[in-house]
Structure formats: C-alpha cells, structure tokens
C-alpha cells in the first residue's frame, strides 16, 4: 500500500480548495515544512524559471512527503524523462508548461502515468512507498491513482482547444498561467481584461464538462482570486517564496525607517 498519499488529490475530489505555494528561491527541505505549517496544500517546485536541480527538487519533494504537503514539480518541458525522473523521485505530481493542443496533453499524461494508461518505465523502489517492495501488479495501478497531472494553458491557442484537452483521458487539472497567457494575447499584465476572464470562464466550463479541476496561478491581487474562486477555480498557485519574503522584508523595512520619521 502506498506510504503517502496525495493530500492535494483528495481535497480536489471533495470539492475543496486546494493552495499551493511556489518554490523558486528555496534551496534547503525546510520549505517543505514551512509550506504546509502555513497552510498550503502543495509545493510549486519550479524546474522551469527556478535554476533548482533534480537532486534538490528531489530532496524538497521527498520532504514533503510525510508531512502531507503534495510536492508538485514544473517539469522544464515537455520531454518524458523531465517527468518519470521527478515521479521516481518523490513528485506525487507534474506541472507540464505550455499545452496547446490534444495530442500534447496525450503525451503529457502518457509520460506520467503507467501503462495501460500511459508509457512510464517501471523504475522499482519509491519514495512513495517509503521504499518499501511493492508487487509491480499493485505499485503500479496505486501510483497511477495518486499521481497528478497537471496542463498549463498559457496562450489563446491553448486556451481554445481547453475542452479537447480537459478530455483527453488521464488529465487532472488545467492549469492557466495568467501572466504568459496575458503577454500571449499582447495584453501583458492587464490581468482584469475581459480577454483574461473569458479565457477563465472557457477553462471552467471545459473542466466542468469533463471531469476536470480548474487551476489558476500568475494572479497574486486577493481580490481578484477571491473572484475567479467564486466562478469555480480550485486549485490555486497563492504566489511564490521569493515573492512572499520580498513582500514582507519591505513592509518591515519601511514600518522600521518610518519610526524616527514620525
């Protein structure tokens, strides 16, 4: 039986709202427990703008393992191996950037998953099991079961073909990267635009559909969130570890200079 099971995953099919916190500047396993003793639900362990390496993606998402926090890994690309080497090594998940059409969400599910749902090679003990040995006949449909997939939508192209990709059979969450699909659309940054919201409501009415959970990340105003929460999002990147110490050491630094400014 698996060691760990994936608590993002679960909350998704109960309805829930689940959080996650980006790991970009991170480089020690503390985030791991820093992560889920605030609150959040899963790790954003960044592989695609992050300079994080497989070994220290690695040991976060091992990590993260015990203490209930989902660690989820934003794979470089699109090749197989930047997915099965994280899936073996601790990743209950993979965020895979830039999906625009049927046959790239296909190959994205197939790199992830075991057959006959997919084409990941068997690569023995896992983390997932505590390392323990596993009858491949049942490691293999378990592991399937907890793993999450993960579709960014992040250009017109891929928001218009959401409903192929939200059914194409294997795939968990679509994920919309709202600042990439806001500089795809020469909008950049203007996150209010009626485009941005129609491209949501497109997204959430093609999950609905099909089974699908819609996610959302690039969008940090509370506000804002709150909204597309409310229309229907459920898996939300609340914002990254860089952006969090940054926004914090400077309300410190000016409440600080400001006392003898009075």
């Given at each position: 039986?698996?060691?760990?099971?994936?608590?993002t995953?679960?909350?998704?099919?109960e309805?829930?709202?689940?959080?996650?916190?980006?790991?970009?500047?991170?480089?020690?396993?503390?985030?791991?427990?820093?992560?889920?003793?605030?609150?959040?639900?899963?790790?954003?362990?960044?592989m695609?703008?992050?300079?994080?390496?497989?070994?220290?993606?690695?040991?976060?998402?091992?990590?993260?393992?015990?203490?209930?926090?989902?660690?989820?890994?934003?794979?470089?690309?699109?090749?197989?191996?930047?997915?099965?080497?994280?899936?073996?090594?601790?990743?209950?998940?993979?965020?895979v950037?830039h999906?625009?059409?049927?046959?790239?969400?296909r190959?994205?599910?197939?790199?992830?998953?075991?057959?006959?749902?997919?084409?990941?090679?068997?690569a023995?003990?896992?983390?997932?099991?505590?390392?323990?040995?596993?009858?491949?006949?049942q490691?293999?449909?378990?592991?399937?079961?907890?793993?999450l997939?993960?579709?960014?939508?992040?250009?017109?192209?891929?928001?218009?073909?959401?409903?192929?990709?939200?059914?194409?059979?294997?795939?968990?969450?679509?994920?919309?990267?709202?600042?990439?699909?806001?500089?795809?659309?020469?909008?950049?940054?203007?996150?209010?635009?009626?485009?941005?919201?129609?491209?949501?409501?497109?997204?959430?009415?093609?999950?609905?559909?099909?089974?699908?959970?819609?996610?959302?990340?690039?969008?940090?105003?509370?506000?804002?969130?709150?909204?597309?929460?409310?229309?229907?999002?459920?898996?939300?990147?609340?914002?990254?570890?860089?952006?969090?110490?940054?926004?914090?050491?400077?309300?410190?630094?000016?409440?600080?200079?400001?006392?003898?400014?009075?």
């Amino acid at each position: 039986m698996i060691a760990y099971p994936n608590h993002t995953k679960c909350r998704l099919a109960e309805g829930k709202l689940a959080i996650g916190i980006g790991v970009r500047q991170a480089r020690t396993i503390d985030i791991a427990a820093i992560g889920k003793t605030c609150g959040f639900d899963w790790l954003f362990i960044n592989m695609e703008h992050g300079s994080l390496d497989l070994d220290t993606a690695s040991a976060i998402a091992c990590a993260a393992l015990p203490l209930g926090i989902t660690p989820l890994v934003r794979v470089p690309g699109k090749e197989h191996h930047h997915a099965s080497r994280m899936l073996d090594n601790g990743a209950q998940g993979i965020v895979v950037p830039h999906v625009e059409t049927v046959e790239e969400a296909r190959t994205a599910v197939s790199n992830c998953r075991y057959p006959p749902q997919g084409s990941r090679s068997v690569a023995g003990a896992q983390p997932l099991f505590a390392f323990r040995g596993v009858p491949q006949s049942q490691s293999v449909s378990e592991v399937n079961e907890q793993t999450l997939v993960v579709l960014m939508l992040e250009s017109p192209k891929g928001i218009e073909n959401a409903d192929a990709i939200a059914a194409a059979p294997g795939v968990d969450v679509l994920l919309i990267g709202t600042g990439d699909l806001s500089m795809e659309m020469g909008i950049p940054g203007q996150l209010t635009h009626p485009r941005i919201e129609e491209a949501y409501q497109k997204v959430i009415a093609a999950c609905r559909a099909h089974g699908v959970h819609p996610g959302m990340g690039g969008i940090h105003e509370v506000a804002l969130i709150e909204k597309y929460v409310r229309m229907g999002m459920r898996f939300v990147l609340g914002g990254n570890d860089l952006r969090f110490l940054m926004s914090a050491a400077q309300e410190r630094a000016r409440s600080l200079h400001g006392m003898l400014e009075a």
